[in-house]
């Protein structure tokens, strides 16, 4: 274990950790942050370094590439004087002051404040044709991608039946000629009002009982799902240059083995509308926390609330 105790440490390494880090670090709490090593699936810099564009984050009129968004706010945190470790974390012992963090490699690291930005990672269905089309047609984010000149006005599908699904589905019928849900049982998830929404928007059709099995296309881009009705048996292929899946999200919690307050699913709760969690002096931003909103700037902004919430705690 190192000899010294560090005043904050932040998981993670997407928008809320990195916001977290420039405030913490401008507030002179010399932050250490942990950035991962391919944790949760992804590189360092968290989900937008598996995307193309990220067109709705402000002051980048024209958009910006994922990776050099994440790369820019990586380079900030280093400006103000965050340390930075490309280590993933394996536990965390927070019953006990300070805190104890331990990395996949069996170092130890004391702190007397947390900062948790894991993140989340949306399920996958795993389809045949997935590997090939994914980011060519297939998306885990509506609301990041559905703008794309490749979806307007083309046939587009969405996959799932919660607030999400139909909330993306409705987003999506701005830009597609037609938006078709496949839902697997025979009603929705969602809350009333979103299922309302859904029903009486004339360009979404819903298809019952029903799974994708396939994603068609010419290996550049994808141009037809195969469905099978799963109480008849019945297979068709739909045409749809966009698919969306919208089944949920697994935030990135297995590390802290149940010592912090987390939902059903494992999402971090948050006191309020505050950053503070079950633990005193361990706070929680970014979409661990959040299965609502998960978007960049949300998470950025949740990532600046902790930092400001942690300081004060180190304060007082
Ligand atoms: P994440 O970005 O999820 O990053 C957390 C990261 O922390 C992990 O990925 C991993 O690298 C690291 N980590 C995890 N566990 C550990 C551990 N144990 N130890 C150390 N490190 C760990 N949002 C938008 O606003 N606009 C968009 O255009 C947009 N496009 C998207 C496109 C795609 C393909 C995807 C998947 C998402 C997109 N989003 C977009 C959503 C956005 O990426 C997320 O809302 C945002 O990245 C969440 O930020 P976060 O800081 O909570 O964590
Ligand atoms: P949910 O877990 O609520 O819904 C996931 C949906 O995907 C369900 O309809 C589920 O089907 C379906 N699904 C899951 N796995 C598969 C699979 N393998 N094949 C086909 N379908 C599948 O996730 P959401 O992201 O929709 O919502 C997460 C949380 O965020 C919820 O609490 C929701 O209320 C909230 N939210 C609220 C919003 C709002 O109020 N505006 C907007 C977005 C989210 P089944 O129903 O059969 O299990």
């Known amino acids: 274990m190192s000899d010294s105790t560090e005043r904050l440490i932040i998981i993670g390494s997407g928008p809320a950790a990195h916001t977290a880090a420039i405030y913490a670090g401008r507030a002179e709490l010399k932050p250490l942050l942990f950035e991962g090593f391919m944790a949760a699936g992804v590189a360092a810099g968290g989900q937008l370094t598996t ?9 980048f009129a024209d958009g910006i590439g994922g990776p050099e968004l994440m790369d820019r706010m990586r380079q900030q945190s280093l400006n103000y004087g965050c340390s930075i470790k490309t280590e993933t974390i394996a536990s965390v012992a927070l019953a006990q002051r300070p805190f104890v ?30 590997e090939t089309y994914w980011q060519r047609g297939m998306s885990a984010c509506a609301v990041c991608d559905g703008a794309l000149p490749i979806f307007r006005n083309q046939p587009l599908v969405v996959i799932g039946g919660g607030d999400s699904a139909c909330e993306e589905a409705g987003f999506l019928t701005k830009f597609g000629s037609s938006v078709t849900m496949l839902v697997r049982r025979d009603e929705l998830r969602a809350s009333k009002t979103m299922q309302k929404r859904v029903f009486d928007n004339a360009k979404i059709e819903i298809r019952w009982n029903t799974n994708a099995v396939e994603v068609l296309g010419d290996d550049k881009a994808m141009n037809a799902v195969r469905i099978k009705n799963n109480k008849t048996g019945e297979e068709e292929t739909l045409e749809a240059k966009g698919l969306f899946y919208a089944i949920g999200h697994l935030p990135n919690t297995d590390f802290l083995a149940g ?56 304060n007082t």
């Not at 995307?51 to 002051?59: A, I, L, Q, R």
């Not at 069996?106 to 997935?130: F, K, V």
């Open 51 to 59: 995307t193309t564009d990220v067109e709705n984050y402000p002051g």
């Open 101 to 130: 963090v331990t990395t996949e490699g069996g170092s130890e690291y004391r702190a007397q404040a947390l900062i948790i930005a894991t993140g989340a990672t949306a399920r996958r269905l795993g389809l045949d044709g997935e």
């Open 259 to 314: 010592q912090l307050m987390t939902d059903e699913t494992g999402y971090v709760i948050t006191e309020g509308k505050s950053t503070e969690t079950s633990v005193a002096g361990v706070f929680a931003a970014g979409d661990v926390q959040d299965k609502r909103y998960r978007q960049a700037v949300t998470a950025a902004g949740s990532g600046c609330m902790a930092a400001l919430e942690a300081e004060e705690f180190l």
